[in-house]
């Protein structure tokens, strides 16, 4: 059996889609894949355990732990509807000290596949793995944002929403103290800046299937030239193909997204489906829907409410 840790950071208003994120990773589990969960919340906060359990229940290969985290970044720069709660993944090597390496995740994720083989991944001496940001890297405002940042070079900047972190190694050079001192400026992306800060020249890149974000399919193949700066254009079209889908922008639950039918998807097979929430999300944008091409509608009309996942 192999054991892979990974850590979740939310608070109770993200609950619902935590859980869809959490039922797509078990969904696309190997038989012999057990995954550790870790979620890491406030203490000042109640996290419905009950809905969440309602979701780990239907698989065996499964545990959840509950980790509260303390004050550290009550007083956090905070911009974009981003809670303080996306500052708990810095503390993960301290929260988690059993494993040596944890993955990290946003509850904003659909997993498509199973997890053991990228985190059996050697680090090779770095503090984190993860997937270069092509939102930032590739457009005149992320560029610009990039020189802003102490260290950081243009094409390397990573998204945080996908990491595998190594924290034997953090915890070996205390990393959090470096972490939570950078932490305390107002970067524009908060968390993802600290660490594109902090572990500049330290960070393993991932393969783009690990974490596809929306910017991603949004200009798909037809700028292919420009994502092969980042990567080749093989491993693009892989991603594209069977990747982890990032909702890093607009949100599924809330209103149209590239790919928001994939999610709804997944949100029909889980235990915390209710048909009331799922049908009047679509029938509130039938507007919307009726200005998409023909062929792209049949293909929603059938994912949404005929055929379930893989």
Request: charge should be neutral; proline fraction near 4%; hydrophobic fraction near 40%.
């Amino acid at each position: 059996m192999n054991t892979v840790p990974i850590a979740f950071c939310f608070d109770r208003r993200i609950t619902l889609p935590a859980c869809v994120t959490i039922y797509s990773l078990l969904k696309n589990a190997n038989s012999n894949t057990f995954y550790d969960i870790f979620i890491l919340h406030s203490y000042k906060e109640h996290i419905d355990k009950a809905l969440i359990t309602s979701v780990s229940s239907l698989f065996e290969h499964c545990r959840i732990n509950y980790r509260e985290v303390d004050d550290t970044f009550d007083k956090a720069f905070e911009i974009r509807d981003i809670t303080v709660a996306a500052y708990y993944r810095l503390l993960i090597p301290e929260l988690i000290p059993e494993y040596n390496k944890v993955i990290y995740a946003d509850v904003d994720i659909i997993f498509r596949m199973d997890l053991s083989e990228v985190y059996s991944l050697n680090l090779k001496g770095n503090y984190i793995a993860a997937v270069k940001d092509p939102g930032i890297n590739l457009t005149n405002d992320g560029i610009n944002h990039i020189k802003t940042l102490p260290g950081v070079k243009s094409g390397h900047y990573i998204n945080s929403g996908f990491l595998i972190i190594n924290s034997a190694l953090m915890r070996q050079d205390n990393l959090a103290e470096k972490l939570k001192t950078t932490a305390l400026h107002k970067w524009r992306f908060q968390d993802q800046d600290t660490l594109n800060i902090v572990c500049s020249e330290r960070i393993y890149e991932l393969a783009p299937k690990y974490n596809m974000m929306d910017y991603s399919y949004m200009f798909g193949l037809k700028e292919l030239d420009k994502w092969e700066t980042l990567y080749s254009a093989l491993a693009f079209k892989e991603g594209l193909k069977e990747g982890n889908i990032h909702y890093n922008g607009h949100k599924p639950w809330k209103k149209w997204s590239v790919n928001f039918d994939i999610w709804w998807e997944y949100y029909r097979m889980s235990p915390i489906y209710n048909e009331s929430y799922y049908f009047d999300f679509y029938y509130s944008r039938l507007n919307e829907l009726d200005q998409l091409p023909l062929l792209k509608r049949i293909k929603i009309l059938v994912r949404y409410f005929i055929y379930p996942p893989k």
